[in-house]
């Protein structure tokens, strides 16, 4: 599906999505970029689409990396894939009860309000189904890319999927900007 006006910005899952995923990588140098995200950014980027990483790092509430290691490893990705307007980090762990863990929405609508943004003019892509539960709950569009994680039943329940971050950016674009 593909809409006539682009999202006013997207928000990207950070492992799997936009880096491979290191489990509780707090190592910069162990970042490494997803194929071709960089130029599927740089298109969102150029059509003037504003960006944002919205991500669950549980590992802080493990104690397992620090919030500064996770900073570190944010900031190497914006070395890698350039700048993002807005960044949401939930630092809790699972049995947190917290209101930012995806699949709750917190993340999304926290990323939303900084960007001065209302969720419906934001779209979601992740590779889970907490990444696609956590669009819907909060009003956003979802797209699913899946990855080898991605289990049967998320693929199923998503509405929308896309193969790889090249299609999922063009199914956001209007048809001028691709």
Known sequence: MTSLT?????????????????PYNGDPEAVVPMPTVRTALDRLRAAGVRLGVVTNQ???A??????????AVNRR??????????WQVCPHGPDDACRCRKPLP???TD??????LDPDR???????GSDMEAAAAAGARGILVPTPVTLPAEVASAREVAATIDEAVTALLPRRDR
């Open 6 to 22: 682009a999202p006013a910005a997207v928000l990207f899952d950070r492992d799997d999505t936009l880096i491979v995923n290191v």
């Open 58 to 60: 549980s590992g802080i």
């Open 62 to 71: 493990r104690g397992i990396i620090t919030k500064e290691q996770v900073d």
């Open 77 to 86: 990705v914006e070395e890698l894939l350039g700048p993002f307007d807005a």
């Open 106 to 108: 917190g993340l999304i």
């Open 111 to 116: 990323a939303a309000r900084d960007l001065g």
């Open 122 to 128: 934001v779209a979601v892509i992740g590779d889970i």
